[in-house]
């Protein structure tokens, strides 16, 4: 099976790469589901999954914004933080979820709530990844 080599890159520095057979994610106008010798492509990510078949399998990567770059050999993710699914920390996600719901909840003037708002969206998609890779 044809295959395409893949980055996923934070400022801190690499995540993930390896070779699989599709990549799945949201940018900003929509799904996408890149396949090897896809046409080049620039898109800004959304908050949410990346999802990466390989060998029958589905490994799952929590992206918070940035940038896809597809070749036809090459997908690099340029994201603002990204966590595999085993990475994640399960406890402090929920910790940062209940964290959002209280600002919003209490929202004042004081309170930015479209801040809030991404940290809920961020703790939602992490917690949403762990419990897919179950």
Same mark, same amino acid.
Not at 43 to 60: F, N, Q, S, W
Not at 66 to 72: A, D, K, L, N, Q
Not at 83 to 102: G, P, Q
């Given at each position: %099976?044809?295959?395409?080599?893949? #980055?996923?890159?934070?400022?801190?520095?690499? =995540? $993930?790469?390896? +070779?699989?057979? %599709? =990549?799945?994610?949201?940018?900003? #106008?929509?799904?996408?589901?890149? /396949?090897?010798?896809?046409?080049?492509?620039?898109?800004? /990510?959304?908050?949410?999954?990346?999802?990466?078949?390989?060998?029958?399998?589905?490994? $799952?990567?929590?992206?918070?914004?940035?940038?896809?770059? =597809?070749?036809?050999?090459?997908?690099?993710? /340029?994201?603002? #933080?990204?966590?595999?699914?085993? +990475?994640? +920390? =399960?406890?402090?996600?929920?910790?940062?979820?209940?964290?959002?719901?209280?600002?919003?909840? +209490?929202?004042?003037?004081?309170?930015?709530?479209?801040?809030?708002? /991404?940290?809920?969206?961020?703790?939602?998609?992490?917690? #949403?990844?762990?419990?897919?890779?179950?």
């Amino acid at each position: %099976m044809k295959t395409v080599k893949v #980055s996923v890159v934070t400022p801190d520095g690499p =995540v $993930y790469e390896a +070779d699989v057979e %599709m =990549v799945s994610t949201k940018a900003k #106008s929509g799904e996408l589901g890149i /396949l090897p010798g896809h046409i080049p492509l620039v898109a800004p /990510l959304e908050i949410g999954a990346v999802r990466l078949k390989k060998e029958g399998t589905t490994e $799952y990567i929590a992206v918070s914004g940035g940038f896809i770059e =597809v070749r036809p050999e090459k997908v690099t993710i /340029l994201a603002q #933080s990204a966590e595999r699914a085993e +990475d994640i +920390d =399960v406890a402090r996600a929920k910790a940062a979820k209940a964290r959002a719901e209280k600002r919003l909840q +209490d929202a004042q003037e004081h309170v930015d709530a479209k801040r809030a708002e /991404l940290a809920l969206r961020r703790a939602i998609n992490r917690i #949403s990844i762990v419990e897919r890779n179950l």
